[in-house]
């Protein structure tokens, strides 16, 4: 490992990820930070130390790795949850997407397929190499992110108003319904 492919894997896998990351999350998680602290340390120890240099700039790739993976999958984790809530809600697949409900489901089975082969490509690889599974985790991520896309915020908005305005219909014809029956009730004990 030298100091050029550390700045390479920096540049091409774990900055655009964690671009991306702190674009959907609005912040910037803790064990990220935890990682690149781990992985600054051991590149100044690397560069202070002739003897300590190689067996650092390893450990500081290693760190960068686990940054990557972890990125990664709280990036995938975060898109599934929002492309869950749309699957999982009927209306929003009838009536609030711009894509067909079997392209919808086609498009998330497929996510899903995807992050399980990463997942198992991770579990095969704990120990040996932290970031093999990093570009399924992030085709699983972009995947979700597809479903998302699909929804219209402006069909979304109108789904929405037709839900409150139904949930309105809906409390009032309760509270009149719970009013007549128990005038009814009162009428009938009276007698």
Do not use: C
């Not at 991770?122 to 932290?130: A, Q, R, S, V, Y």
């Not at 949930?167 to 005038?183: D, H, P």
């Amino acid at each position: 490992m030298t100091e050029l492919e550390l700045y390479k894997f920096h540049e091409e896998t774990f900055k655009p990820i964690y671009a991306d990351l702190i674009a959907i999350l609005g912040s910037k998680p803790e064990q990220i930070a935890f990682e690149l602290e781990a992985a600054l340390s051991h590149i100044a120890v690397a560069k202070t130390n002739d003897e300590l240099y190689e067996k650092n700039i390893e450990k500081a790739y290693g760190h960068l790795q686990r940054a990557s993976l972890d990125a990664v999958k709280i990036m995938w984790l975060e898109y599934r949850q929002r492309a869950e809530k749309i699957i999982l809600d009927p209306d929003m697949r009838a009536f609030a997407s711009k894509a067909s409900e079997s392209e919808l489901i086609t498009k998330f089975q497929k996510a899903e397929q995807t992050a399980r082969s990463a997942r198992k490509k991770e579990l095969n690889n704990t120990g040996n190499d932290p970031s093999a599974s990093i570009s399924e985790y992030y085709e699983a991520a972009q995947l979700f992110s597809e479903i998302i896309t699909l929804i219209d915020p402006e069909k979304v908005a109108k789904l929405t108003r037709f839900k409150s305005k139904y949930k309105t219909k809906e409390v009032v014809i309760s509270f009149l319904v719970g009013v007549v029956s128990s005038g009814v009730v009162s009428f009938l004990l009276a007698k």
